[in-house]
């Protein structure tokens, strides 16, 4: 199993934002995972779809969106023409998630899905074969560089469990307090796409911490295939 690094860019220096894409791309990051909030959905605000469209000139490396916004729905329109490649929405913040889905692959997005730690998998399970990506969230969202919710690693398997049972080819995602101490249990656990904003971007080598945690990621993995 392949596995994928989504360096979160609320971790990052954002006054040198196109140096620090540059940087972890540079060791080889898959993804850049932009973290939406709308200080509603989530006590904090961060940035919303111009950051994506300006991203969008400087790299062609895919843009991992994760909307913490209520009314996801008003978004999906601004974030398809900026230039977003996944647009991931919480089914707690909407009663309408299989429209909104539709509508994410409608406008040439991939759609996600987003579970804070208190929300069951059961809340995803209805859609599960439609869905490109379903990220597991490791802290409740809100801020970076909070303590990694221990329970999510019996979580991600549970959800490898459901994605496996429906026949869904979609990415399994983990979000929040992922570093090198927690991202071989996740790999391990079945997650194949890790997002860390505190972890790579604190690094004094945010590159190599981007090598580094990719490698326990396949140790992981490996594990986990292994046994
Ligand atoms: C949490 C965000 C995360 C966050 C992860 O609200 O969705 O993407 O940036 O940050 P770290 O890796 O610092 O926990
Ligand atoms: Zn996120």
Redesign the pocket.
Same mark, same amino acid.
């Given at each position: 199993m392949s596995v994928r690094l989504a360096p979160?860019i609320? =971790?990052a220096d954002l006054a040198h934002l196109a140096d620090e894409v540059a940087r972890v791309l540079e060791g080889g990051a898959d993804l850049i995972?932009v973290?939406v909030m709308d200080g509603r959905f989530?006590p904090n605000l961060t940035f919303g779809a111009p950051v994506v469209r300006h991203l969008r000139r400087i790299t062609d490396a895919p843009l991992d969106c994760?909307l913490?916004v209520e009314h996801p729905e008003d978004y999906i329109g601004p974030f398809a023409d900026a230039g977003a490649t996944i647009l991931t929405i919480h089914p707690e913040a909407t009663v309408h998630l299989e429209r909104h889905l539709a509508e994410i692959r409608r406008r040439g997005m991939r759609a996600g899905a987003a579970l804070n730690p208190a929300t069951p998998l059961a809340a995803i399970e209805e859609v599960a074969a439609d869905l490109d990506l379903l990220l597991v969230m490791s802290?409740n969202?809100?801020?970076? =560089?909070?303590p990694f919710w221990e329970p999510a690693v019996e979580k991600v398997r549970r959800a490898r469990a459901l994605l496996d049972a429906k026949a869904s080819r979609a990415m399994l995602e983990v979000? =929040?307090?992922?570093a090198r101490a927690t991202i071989g249990r996740l790999a391990a656990a079945g997650a194949d796409t890790f997002?860390? =904003?505190?972890?790579v971007f604190t690094a004094s080598d945010s590159a190599a911490e981007v090598r580094e945690l990719r490698r326990l990621a396949e140790a992981g993995a490996a594990g986990r295939m292994s046994g």
């Open positions: 979160s609320l =971790g995972h973290d989530v994760h913490m802290v969202p809100g801020f970076g =560089g909070q979000d =929040g307090g992922v997002v860390a =904003g505190h972890a």
